[in-house]
C-alpha cells in the first residue's frame, strides 16, 4: 500500500454484530457493523461513504486504505495509512484463484503494481467509483500479489439487507 499523510485515531467500539451466516472458515457473509462510543463529528479527515448500487465492472480501478502490515516478512506496520488501487477481476478470474471460497458475497481485485492489502487490513474500505464497494477479507500469503485480493461485497443482497437492517439505513 502506498502512503498517505494523517494522524491514527482510536475509537472504542460499544457494540459489534457480525453478519450471522459468516463462516470463519471460508470467510463468507466477512462484513459486520462496528458501533463507535464516540462521535465522528469534529474530525477534517473522517466523513461517510455511500455504499455501491451497482455491479462494478471488471478491469475498473479500485482503492483499498489500511494500517495492515507493509511488510509480511518482517511483520512491520506503518505509521500513517496507506492505500493502493487495484483492478476488479471478474467472478470466473476470482474463482479460479480462490475455487469455492469466491462466493457471490466476494468481489474480488488484482494489485496494480503499487501495493495490496495485507495482515491487518481486515475490514477496510474497498471503494470504486467513490462509494464503498466492498471490506477488505482476504489475500493472497505474503502480501505480494500472487492471488487477488477478495472483498465483502457490498452489493450481494444478503450482505446490504445486513448492513442496511443493522445500520438502520
Not at 454484530?17 to 477534517?44: C, L, M, R, W
Not at 483499498?64 to 512491520?76: C, M
Not at 492505500?83 to 488484482?110: D, H, K, M
Request: proline letters at 6%; glycine letters at 8%.
Amino acid at each position: 500500500l502506498l502512503l498517505i499523510v494523517c494522524i491514527r485515531i482510536r475509537m472504542l467500539p460499544s457494540k459489534i454484530v457480525i453478519h450471522p451466516y459468516y463462516n470463519p472458515e471460508t470467510h463468507d457473509y466477512d462484513a459486520a457493523i462496528v458501533e463507535i462510543k464516540t462521535s465522528f463529528q469534529g474530525y477534517d479527515n473522517i466523513a461517510p461513504i455511500a455504499l455501491q448500487d451497482a455491479e462494478v465492472p471488471s478491469d475498473t480501478t479500485c482503492y483499498v486504505a489500511g494500517w495492515g502490515l507493509n511488510n509480511y516478512n518482517r511483520r512491520t506496520t506503518p505509521d500513517n495509512l496507506q492505500y493502493a488501487t487495484l483492478q476488479v477481476i471478474t467472478q470466473q478470474q476470482c474463482s479460479a484463484a480462490w475455487g469455492s471460497y469466491a462466493t457471490p458475497q466476494v468481489i474480488c481485485a488484482q494489485q496494480n503494481n503499487n501495493g495490496d492489502v495485507c495482515k491487518g487490513d481486515s475490514g477496510g474500505p474497498f471503494v470504486c467509483n467513490g462509494k464503498l464497494t466492498g471490506a477488505t477479507s482476504y489475500g493472497g500469503i505474503g502480501c505480494r500479489g500472487r492471488l487477488p485480493s477478495a472483498f465483502a461485497k457490498v452489493t450481494a443482497p444478503a450482505i446490504r439487507e445486513f448492513i442496511r437492517n443493522t445500520a438502520g439505513i
